[in-house]
C-alpha cells in the first residue's frame, strides 16, 4: 500500500528547497573565524539587504530607495541609520523604558562612519531617496560591529538595484607594541597607541578617522598602507555576491535639456566672477558673489524664468567659482583671501573670558572663533553609558554646538550628527592629554560654542579645549592643537597638486581632500579624513602630514604665549579631597543603611564616595567644608589616640562630668574636673547639651572607656598662639 505524504512535511522541504535556491553567501577566513556575507533569507523586500557576521557578532544591513523620482537632482539624499539592539548582547534597556529610542551618540557616530565614504559614490542623477539602515542584531563583546556595518552597508547596495560606483570597505588598524593589528578586539584597541579606522574602495582610500597616544606621522602611513590590503580583498569579496546575485541596476533621471547661452553665460561671468571670489572677507566674499550672479541672471532673465534653466545656471555659476578657485591655487600658489598654501591666518587666545565659570577661552583663527568653557564637577557628573559594550562612565567629556548665527543665518537651535560628530574628534584629540582620575579626581565637561565659522570649528574647539581646561587649572599632559588641511589635485594621475593648510570653508567644499589633524609638539591625538578623489598617493599624505605637523606646531607657539601651565582651580569650582581607609573601617564610616555617612554629608553640607578599595572622595562647596570633613572621616576610621585634640559634640550632662561624642559613635567622658583649671560647682555652669567643644584623649582604659579634658577658651587661645 503506497504511503500518503505528510503535508506538513512537504511544506517544510518545499521550504527549505527555495531557500537553497535563494540564498546566496560568500566567506573569507580570517585568524580563526570566517567573515560571512550572505543575502536571500532575510529581507527580501528591501531592494537589498545584506547579513554579516564575524565571530559572534553580526549585522543585517538594508538599502531602499524611494519610487519617486526627481529630474536634475545635483545631491544625494541619502540617509543612513546605523543602530544596536540590547539584546544582541543579552541586555534589557535600563531606565523605565524598555524599548531602544532615539539613537545614542555611539549609533550616530557610526551611522556618520558609514556615510561618508559612500555618499560620494552614489549618482545624483538617480534622483530618488536612499536609505541605509544596518543593525547589529548580536554582539560577543570581543569584535566591534562597527567595520563589520561598514562592510554589510556597501554589499546591500552592491548587490541591489541601486546604481553605486563602489563597492567599498572599512578596516579598523590599531598599533600595539610597536606592530600593526588588523581589526582588534575591544581588549586590543584599549591597549593601542594608535587607532584609526581607514574606509575606501579597492583603488585607494576615501576616509580615514581615529585617536592616538602621541603617534609619529610615520607610525600614521604604516596604519593607511596596512588597511588597503584588508579593504581591496573586502570590495572583491563584495564583487564575488554581486556576481552570484546582483540585481541589474534602476536607470538614472538625468536632465536631458541643456543651459542655453552657456558659452556668452560664462564669457560674461568668469572676469567678474574673477573679482569677486578673491574679495577680502567672507561676508564681502558672498555679497560680491551674490551680486555678480544677480547680475548676469538679469541679463537673461526671460531664459531664466524657466526653473530647469534656473538650476542650469545656478550649476554653471557654481562652476565657473570652482574653476577659478582651482586654477589660482594650481597655477598661481594663491588662495581666495590671498594666503600662501602652507599659511596659516591670523590667531587670537584670550583666557577667562566669563567671570563666573570655571574655565573659559576664546580661540579666534582668521573668521573661526569658539568659546570653549570648562567646568569641573563631581563623580556623581560622570557620563553613565549604557549600550551593548557594556556600562561605563567617562570623566571627560567635550559637547560641540554650532548655532546658525555663527554662519550669519537663521535656524533652529538642534544637536545634529554634525555637532556630536566635530564634538566626538575634538574630544578624542583632547582626551590622551586629560589626567588620570587618580592624579585629578573631578569630572571635566568642556562646551565649545562656535561664535562664527569659516573652515574647521572641530579644530578650534579643540585649541579653545586646550585653553579653557589650563585656565580650569586641569594638568594637562602636554598641550593640544589642531589644523585642518586642504589638496587640490589636477591631472589624470594628479601629477599637479597643491596641499593647503588651515582650509577655508569654500576650499573645504571646492577642494579634494579635508584632512584634520591634531597633536602635541610630540604627536598626533586625533584625525579625521575625507578624500573626494581616488587614489591619492602615500607620497602626497606623508607631504600633508608634514605640512600639518608645521602648522599645528605653529598654532602651539601662539597659545603658549596666552597660557602654558594650569591656572589655580577656580573658587567657583568644588573642593575635592581624597584619602584612602582600611578596606574593614568602610562600613563603620557608611554605619547602618548609610546613617554615618549621611550625617557627616549633613553636618559638613559634602558629599561622600567611597570605592571598594577604601578610596574615599570628599566633594565640599569649598576648602573649609572639605577639609573638616577629611578630618572627622579620619578620625571616624582610626582608632582614638591618646593625646588627640578632637572636636567633640556634649551629649549628656551628669552631676560629675559630661559625656561628649568625639566620633560618630565614639563617646568619652570628661569628668568635672577635667572642665578647667578652676573649680567647677556644677557642669551646666560650663556646658551645655549639643555645645561643640574641643576636647583632648588623655587614655583610654583596661576597659576601652575613653577619659577626656576639656580644652577651655584660654588654654585654646595660648595653643593657638604658641
Do not use: W
Not at 6 to 27: A, G, H, N, S, Y
Not at 149 to 158: D, G, K, L, Y
Amino acid at each position: 500500500m503506497r504511503a500518503i505524504p505528510d503535508p506538513v512535511q512537504k511544506r517544510k522541504e518545499l521550504t527549505r528547497r527555495f531557500e537553497d535556491i535563494m540564498v546566496e553567501r560568500v566567506t573569507y577566513k580570517i585568524g580563526n573565524d570566517e567573515l560571512i556575507l550572505e543575502t536571500g533569507k532575510i529581507g527580501k523586500q528591501a531592494n537589498g539587504c545584506v547579513y554579516a557576521q564575524f565571530g559572534g557578532t553580526a549585522v543585517i544591513a538594508t538599502v531602499c530607495a524611494s519610487s519617486n523620482v526627481t529630474e536634475g537632482m545635483d545631491f544625494v539624499p541619502v540617509t543612513v541609520d546605523y543602530n544596536e539592539k540590547y539584546y544582541a548582547a543579552g541586555k534589557i534597556p535600563g531606565g523605565f523604558i524598555k524599548r531602544e529610542g532615539r539613537p545614542k551618540d555611539k549609533e550616530i557616530l557610526v551611522s556618520r562612519l558609514i556615510d561618508r565614504p559612500m555618499r560620494p559614490l552614489f549618482e545624483p542623477a538617480f534622483g530618488r531617496e536612499i536609505q541605509i539602515v544596518p543593525t547589529c542584531v548580536s554582539s560577543d563583546g570581543v569584535n566591534p560591529p562597527d567595520i563589520l556595518s561598514v562592510i554589510a552597508s556597501s554589499a546591500a547596495v552592491t548587490i541591489s538595484d541601486i546604481p553605486f560606483h563602489g563597492p567599498v570597505a572599512a578596516c579598523r588598524v590599531a598599533y600595539i607594541d610597536n606592530e600593526y593589528v588588523l581589526n582588534p578586539t575591544y581588549e586590543q584597541i584599549e591597549k593601542a597607541q594608535l587607532e584609526i579606522v581607514v574606509a575606501g574602495t579597492a583603488e585607494g582610500f576615501t576616509m580615514v578617522e581615529g585617536g592616538a597616544k602621541e603617534a609619529t606621522e610615520d607610525v600614521m602611513l604604516g596604519a593607511l598602507a596596512k588597511a588597503q590590503d584588508f579593504i581591496s580583498t573586502m570590495c572583491h569579496l563584495q564583487d564575488d555576491l554581486r556576481a552570484k546575485c546582483g540585481k541589474e541596476k534602476l536607470p538614472l533621471a538625468p536632465l536631458d535639456v541643456v543651459l542655453e547661452n552657456k558659452d556668452a553665460i560664462i564669457a560674461e561671468a568668469t572676469p567678474l566672477m574673477e573679482k569677486a571670489c578673491f574679495q577680502a572677507g567672507k561676508q564681502n566674499r558672498g555679497n560680491a558673489i551674490n551680486a555678480v550672479k544677480a547680475q548676469v541672471a538679469a541679463n537673461h532673465a526671460e531664459q531664466l524664468a524657466d526653473d530647469i534653466q534656473k538650476k542650469l545656471f545656478d550649476a554653471c555659476i557654481d562652476d565657473i567659482q570652482y574653476n577659478l578657485l582651482r586654477k589660482s591655487i594650481l597655477e598661481k600658489g594663491l588662495r581666495i583671501d590671498g594666503r600662501k598654501c602652507d599659511e596659516i591666518r591670523p590667531i587670537t587666545c584670550e583666557i577667562n573670558v566669563l567671570p563666573r565659570p570655571h574655565g573659559s577661552a576664546l580661540f579666534t583663527r582668521g573668521e573661526t572663533q569658539s568659546l570653549a568653557v570648562t567646568t569641573l564637577g563631581t563623580a556623581l557628573d560622570e557620563q553613565v553609558y549604557d549600550d551593548i559594550e557594556g556600562d561605563r562612565r567617562e570623566n571627560f567629556i567635550l559637547h560641540y554646538n554650532f548655532p546658525p548665527y555663527s554662519v550669519g543665518e537663521v535656524g533652529r537651535l538642534a544637536t545634529g550628527r554634525r555637532e556630536i560628530g566635530h564634538g566626538n574628534l575634538a574630544r578624542r584629540s583632547l582626551a590622551p592629554m586629560i589626567p588620570s582620575r587618580e592624579e585629578f579626581p573631578y569630572t571635566i565637561r568642556v562646551v565649545s560654542e562656535i561664535m562664527e565659522s569659516n573652515g574647521s570649528s572641530s579644530q578650534a574647539s579643540t585649541c579653545g579645549g586646550c585653553l579653557s581646561l589650563l585656565a580650569a587649572g586641569v594638568p594637562m599632559k602636554k598641550m593640544v592643537a589642531g589644523v585642518a588641511m586642504g589638496l587640490i589635485t589636477d591631472g589624470p594621475k594628479y601629477e599637479n597638486y597643491k596641499i593647503l593648510s588651515d582650509i577655508l570653508g569654500e576650499e573645504d567644499h571646492l577642494g579634494d581632500m579635508d584632512f584634520k589633524v591634531a597633536g602635541t609638539k610630540d604627536g598626533i591625538t586625533g584625525f579625521q579624513m575625507d578624500i573626494k578623489i581616488a587614489g591619492v598617493s602615500m607620497e602626497i599624505m606623508k607631504e600633508a602630514l608634514a605640512q600639518a605637523k608645521e602648522g599645528r606646531l605653529h598654532i602651539l607657539g601662539i597659545m603658549e604665549q596666552c597660557i602654558n601651565k594650569p591656572q589655580p582651580i577656580s573658587p567657583y569650582a568644588p573642593k575635592i579631597e581624597t584619602m584612602k581607609i582600611p578596606v574593614d573601617k568602610i562600613g563603620a564610616l557608611i554605619g547602618p543603611g548609610g546613617k554615618n555617612v549621611k550625617a557627616l554629608s549633613s553636618q559638613y553640607n559634602v558629599t561622600i564616595n567611597t570605592d571598594d578599595d577604601g578610596t574615599v572622595t570628599i566633594y565640599g562647596r569649598n576648602g573649609k567644608s572639605a577639609d573638616e570633613a577629611k578630618l572627622a572621616i579620619k578620625g571616624m576610621v582610626e582608632d582614638p589616640e591618646p593625646g588627640t585634640i578632637y572636636q567633640g559634640t556634649v551629649k549628656r550632662i551628669m552631676d560629675f562630668g559630661a559625656f561628649v561624642e568625639i566620633l560618630p559613635g565614639k563617646e568619652g567622658l570628661c569628668h568635672i574636673s577635667k572642665l578647667s583649671r578652676k573649680r567647677v560647682e556644677k557642669v551646666t555652669d560650663v556646658l551645655k547639651e549639643g555645645q561643640q567643644i574641643p576636647v583632648k584623649l588623655l587614655e583610654v582604659d583596661k576597659m576601652g572607656r575613653l577619659n577626656l579634658s576639656y580644652i577651655d577658651a584660654v588654654e585654646e587661645q595660648a595653643k593657638n598662639n604658641n
